[in-house]
């Protein structure tokens, strides 16, 4: 999977810590990581209103100006489902963290394993919270992950959804379409991809990570190109 993690703290040295922890724990766990750091509450407000994306939020609380538990707080207004993950050098916010559903606390120094831990945790969490899509297929309700999906591809009037598993349904293209999100990219009439399986885009084809190959139009190379860029 792909997580968009925010780091706000005002001490640079804890912030570039805390970063070299993250891109460690996210080679080890095989993400793809998108890494922005803030040395300010309101240096992070600036930016969220114009891109509320973020998965994880690792937050310092004593910040001049708006702290991190105030931060959580206007978070929580508009955002249940980004994991907040304070950073602190005290015990004295940890009922305030109760009030903004704080994943959980790390002291500082921050412990490699323990940030590990909370990571995975918050991953586990954002899994189960993943957009879906419902398939009805032999009878019965199947609910696919979107991040389980490489891509979709229609013959007549079959589609069929490949990933972990792969399932063909009666159903047009442009119908799966509409329940999918930024992630995904029609290519042509016929396919649609997951930018985050692709591996390699010549003039001719895409290569996903798990080997398969999806042709692809000459006029559709630089749309394509173009979409990666932006979503990545």
């Given at each position: 999977?792909?997580?968009?993690?925010?780091?706000?703290?005002?001490?640079?040295?804890?912030?570039?810590?805390?970063?070299?922890?993250?891109?460690?724990?996210?080679?080890?766990?095989?993400?793809?990581?998108?890494?922005?750091?803030?040395?300010?509450?309101?240096?992070?407000?600036?930016?969220?209103?114009?891109?509320?994306?973020?998965d994880i939020l690792l937050l310092d609380i004593e910040m001049s100006g708006i702290n991190g538990v105030e931060l959580a707080?206007?978070?929580?207004?508009?955002?249940?489902?980004?994991?907040?993950?304070?950073?602190?050098?005290y015990m004295d916010y940890i009922i305030q963290g109760y009030d903004v559903e704080a994943l959980h606390y790390l002291m500082?120094?921050?412990?490699?394993?323990?940030?590990?831990?909370?990571?995975?945790?918050?991953?586990?969490?954002?899994?189960?919270?993943?957009?879906?899509?419902?398939?009805?297929?032999?009878?019965?309700?199947?609910?696919?992950?979107?991040?389980?999906?490489?891509?979709?591809?229609?013959?007549?009037?079959?589609?069929?959804?490949?990933?972990?598993?792969?399932?063909?349904?009666?159903?047009?293209?442009?119908?799966?379409?509409?329940?999918?999100?930024?992630?995904?990219?029609?290519?042509?009439?016929?396919?649609?991809?997951?930018?985050?399986?692709?591996?390699?885009?010549?003039?001719?084809?895409?290569?996903?990570?798990?080997?398969?190959?999806?042709?692809?139009?000459?006029?559709?190379?630089?749309?394509?190109?173009?979409?990666?860029?932006?979503?990545?």
């Open positions: 999977m792909n997580f968009h993690i925010a780091i706000c703290d005002d001490e640079l040295s804890i912030v570039q810590h805390i970063e070299h922890l993250v891109e460690k724990w996210g080679k080890i766990s095989g993400h793809l990581l998108k890494i922005e750091k803030y040395p300010s509450s309101e240096a992070f407000l600036f930016q969220y209103a114009e891109d509320k994306s973020y707080r206007k978070i929580r207004e508009s955002n249940r489902e980004v994991q907040i993950i304070f950073i602190t050098g500082k120094p921050v412990n490699e394993e323990k940030l590990y831990s909370v990571l995975d945790k918050a991953m586990e969490r954002l899994k189960k919270q993943e957009k879906a899509l419902l398939l009805l297929t032999d009878g019965e309700m199947v609910r696919i992950p979107l991040y389980e999906i490489e891509y979709i591809s229609v013959d007549k009037n079959y589609t069929t959804i490949y990933g972990k598993n792969n399932y063909t349904i009666k159903r047009t293209l442009t119908d799966i379409e509409s329940e999918l999100d930024p992630r995904f990219y029609r290519v042509g009439r016929s396919y649609i991809v997951n930018l985050q399986s692709i591996k390699k885009i010549t003039r001719r084809e895409v290569f996903l990570k798990s080997g398969e190959t999806i042709p692809l139009s000459r006029n559709h190379y630089e749309f394509l190109n173009r979409a990666m860029i932006k979503y990545f």
